[in-house]
């Protein structure tokens, strides 16, 4: 793949039978967990989240779980949550698993990757090119000398490209999802 750091090699990993959500997790789902736990989240211990201003990261006072990639209230909660640590993530999984049957967890970075990729060796679950029609990126910086594709600036409500081979939906863009490891 290009763009590869040196420390990233292509190797074999086996992993076992694991679950994942079919899509990020929402405002809307976080808010139920914040709703009816006593969690504070680390930006609202803390007081601020980090956000792009277009140019660089920047601290923002009053930024937390409940804002979009701007710092303002997300409104549309149908959008994934952003502002969460890894720590929040990890206690979001540990409420879920205490209204389900099963272990709820981060994957494994070597569980992610294989469901981002469902079952294909390309570099994008798409091929060989991921286009703004397919993930939500910055189109402005393609993939090798691809066309430049549009840029949102902005999440997008979660479900809004299509799925991979396996159904799971936004594994590439909109994002940064954590990683047990």
């Not at 990020?24 to 009816?36: D, K, L, N």
């Not at 007081?47 to 937390?64: E, L, M, P, Q």
């Not at 430049?148 to 909109?174: E, F, I, Q, R």
């Amino acid at each position: 793949e290009d763009d590869r750091r040196k420390d990233e090699t292509q190797h074999q990993v086996k992993v076992n039978d694991f679950y994942m959500t079919k899509h990020p997790i929402t405002v809307a789902q976080f808010e139920s967990f914040m709703r009816e736990s006593d969690y504070r989240t680390d930006a609202e211990r803390q007081g601020k989240s980090r956000i792009w201003d277009g140019r660089k990261w920047k601290d923002r006072s009053g930024v937390t779980w409940r804002c979009d990639v701007k710092g303002e209230i997300q409104k549309d909660k149908s959008h994934p949550v952003i502002h969460v640590s890894w720590n929040d993530a990890s206690a979001y999984c540990k409420w879920l698993t205490g209204r389900m049957a099963d272990l709820c967890r981060l994957p494994t970075e070597a569980e992610w990757e294989y469901a981002c990729r469902a079952g294909t060796t390309t570099p994008f679950n798409t091929g060989d090119n991921l286009t703004t029609e397919q993930a939500n990126y910055n189109g402005n910086y393609p993939y090798r000398n691809f066309p430049k594709g549009k840029y949102l600036g902005k999440t997008a409500p979660v479900g809004s490209y299509p799925p991979n081979n396996w159904g799971l939906c936004d594994m590439h863009g909109n994002v940064w999802e954590w990683c047990s490891d």
